[in-house]
């Protein structure tokens, strides 16, 4: 997967990837077969033995001993070298040397997917850096380290790390990049709001094409604005960006997924909904909120429906979505329980009524409950200081 032109995706990134779809239960098994071979080639040609111990130890593949044996002798015979290199950077040249040095040891960890090893190596090669651009880029390298293993933990560290770098200085091209990476970082944990606005906000100046292409890129922000943005938002920074009018085409339902909702074309909307159901539930970062993403369109496209009516029946919605009666009926009964729709359902007359809460409404419920709350604190204070 090439990010076009401008820069291609980061190898480890691909090959994460494909060790999701190799272990996905959806997956087909002659699909399989060839992912094994691909995942096995990108370790033989970077000598990935550490990774590789840890999939055969897990079954994800069979372990060949010789090859594990001959991967842990180039890997040793390699660090060797560094090892020589960083020695002689000491002796005979100057810090900058001695930083490179050392930075060229942290990125062979990083190739032969070492997690450990490389964190401590970019640690050891940051007490040696002065530059907070340069800084910088060792932190983007943690956070590709980071993404490879799905350790958000990690991830947030190094994001809150970074603006502490930036209070410094820090130029813009390296803020925009992290831009993305924290929008990454808050849509795999769920935080579609911030992770819309954040890549909304870089559409104009990506320039990360280490962790995804430009296509993918745009995917994830129609994605994340879809259930994040008002309609009037919706059609300003995401239906007519001319930016995301360019990619729209190249991948998959998006077009129709994005335009059917806008043009209230439920019908078109669900069929695209389909598809992209598939592209979502094969994504690596997104997978694990599959169900959770599904539930938040349909609220998004229900809302969006019962907007136009103070009723309307039920044979008419499930028309307009062209899905059954009985579909509908228990799809809203559920989103009505949770909360999620303002309105009820009247099974003898077929008929949904809805019943918008107005925000003047809600302010005074809001504070009526608070105001019980603290009358309650009050009388079991009074209590105490009776006693």
């Given at each position: 997967?090439?990010?076009?032109?401008?820069?291609?995706?980061?190898?480890?990134?691909?090959?994460?990837?494909?060790?999701?779809?190799?272990?996905?239960?959806?997956?087909?098994?002659?699909?399989?077969?060839?992912?094994?071979?691909?995942?096995?080639?990108?370790?033989?040609?970077?000598?990935?033995?550490?990774?590789?111990?840890?999939?055969?130890?897990?079954?994800?593949?069979?372990?060949?001993?010789?090859?594990?044996?001959?991967?842990?002798?180039?890997?040793?015979?390699?660090?060797?070298?560094?090892?020589?290199?960083?020695?002689?950077?000491?002796?005979?040249?100057?810090?900058?040397?001695?930083?490179?040095?050392?930075?060229?040891?942290?990125?062979?960890?990083?190739?032969?997917?070492?997690?450990?090893?490389?964190?401590?190596?970019?640690?050891?090669?940051?007490?040696?850096?002065?530059?907070?651009?340069?800084?910088?880029?060792?932190?983007?390298?943690?956070?590709?380290?980071?993404?490879?293993?799905?350790?958000?933990?990690?991830?947030?560290?190094?994001?809150?790390?970074?603006?502490?770098?930036?209070?410094?200085?820090?130029?813009?091209?390296?803020?925009?990049?992290?831009?993305?990476?924290?929008?990454?970082?808050?849509?795999?944990?769920?935080?579609?709001?911030?992770?819309?606005?954040?890549?909304?906000?870089?559409?104009?100046?990506?320039?990360?094409?280490?962790?995804?292409?430009?296509?993918?890129?745009?995917?994830?922000?129609?994605?994340?604005?879809?259930?994040?943005?008002?309609?009037?938002?919706?059609?300003?920074?995401?239906?007519?960006?001319?930016?995301?009018?360019?990619?729209?085409?190249?991948?998959?339902?998006?077009?129709?997924f994005l335009n059917s909702l806008y043009e209230c074309q439920y019908k078109a909307f669900f069929s695209a909904f389909a598809g992209m159901a598939e592209q979502i539930k094969f994504d690596r970062y997104l997978n694990p909120h599959f169900r959770f993403y599904m539930r938040e369109v349909r609220t998004v496209v229900y809302s969006q429906f019962l907007e136009s009516y103070k009723s309307v029946t039920v044979d008419a919605m499930a028309n307009a979505f062209g899905v059954s009666v009985d579909f509908i009926d228990q799809e809203l009964s559920r989103f009505i329980a949770a909360g999620k729709l303002?309105?009820?359902?009247?099974?003898?007359?077929?008929?949904?009524?809805?019943?918008?809460?107005?925000?003047?409404?809600?302010?005074?419920?809001?504070?009526?409950?608070?105001?019980?709350?603290?009358?309650?604190?009050?009388?079991?204070?009074?209590?105490?200081?009776?006693?």
């Amino acid at each position: 997967m090439d990010g076009g032109a401008e820069g291609s995706q980061q190898p480890h990134l691909i090959l994460a990837h494909k060790l999701f779809l190799l272990t996905h239960p959806d997956v087909q098994d002659i699909e399989k077969v060839q992912l094994k071979s691909d995942v096995l080639d990108s370790i033989k040609s970077d000598g990935m033995a550490p990774l590789y111990e840890t999939l055969t130890a897990s079954s994800v593949l069979e372990l060949d001993q010789s090859l594990l044996d001959s991967m842990r002798a180039t890997n040793e015979e390699e660090l060797k070298k560094l090892d020589e290199k960083i020695a002689d950077a000491e002796e005979n040249l100057g810090e900058s040397e001695v930083r490179e040095a050392h930075l060229a040891k942290a990125l062979y960890f990083v190739r032969i997917s070492d997690k450990e090893k490389a964190l401590e190596q970019l640690k050891l090669t940051e007490g040696k850096t002065v530059a907070v651009g340069q800084k910088m880029d060792l932190v983007f390298y943690t956070l590709q380290l980071a993404f490879f293993y799905m350790d958000f933990d990690l991830v947030s560290k190094s994001i809150d790390k970074a603006k502490k770098l930036f209070e410094e200085g820090g130029d813009w091209e390296r803020k925009n990049r992290l831009k993305v990476y924290e929008g990454l970082y808050c849509m795999s944990t769920r935080n579609f709001k911030k992770a819309a606005s954040l890549f909304l906000d870089s559409i104009s100046t990506f320039t990360t094409y280490e962790i995804f292409p430009y296509e993918t890129f745009i995917f994830y922000t129609v994605l994340t604005s879809i259930i994040t943005l008002d309609r009037v938002s919706l059609k300003q920074k995401v239906v007519d960006a001319p930016e995301i009018l360019t990619v729209l085409g190249k991948i998959p339902f998006l077009s129709e997924f994005l335009n059917s909702l806008y043009e209230c074309q439920y019908k078109a909307f669900f069929s695209a909904f389909a598809g992209m159901a598939e592209q979502i539930k094969f994504d690596r970062y997104l997978n694990p909120h599959f169900r959770f993403y599904m539930r938040e369109v349909r609220t998004v496209v229900y809302s969006q429906f019962l907007e136009s009516y103070k009723s309307v029946t039920v044979d008419a919605m499930a028309n307009a979505f062209g899905v059954s009666v009985d579909f509908i009926d228990q799809e809203l009964s559920r989103f009505i329980a949770a909360g999620k729709l303002h309105c009820k359902i009247d099974k003898v007359a077929g008929v949904l009524e809805t019943n918008r809460p107005d925000a003047k409404n809600a302010l005074y419920q809001a504070t009526i409950k608070q105001g019980d709350f603290l009358l309650n604190r009050i009388q079991k204070l009074s209590r105490v200081i009776d006693l």
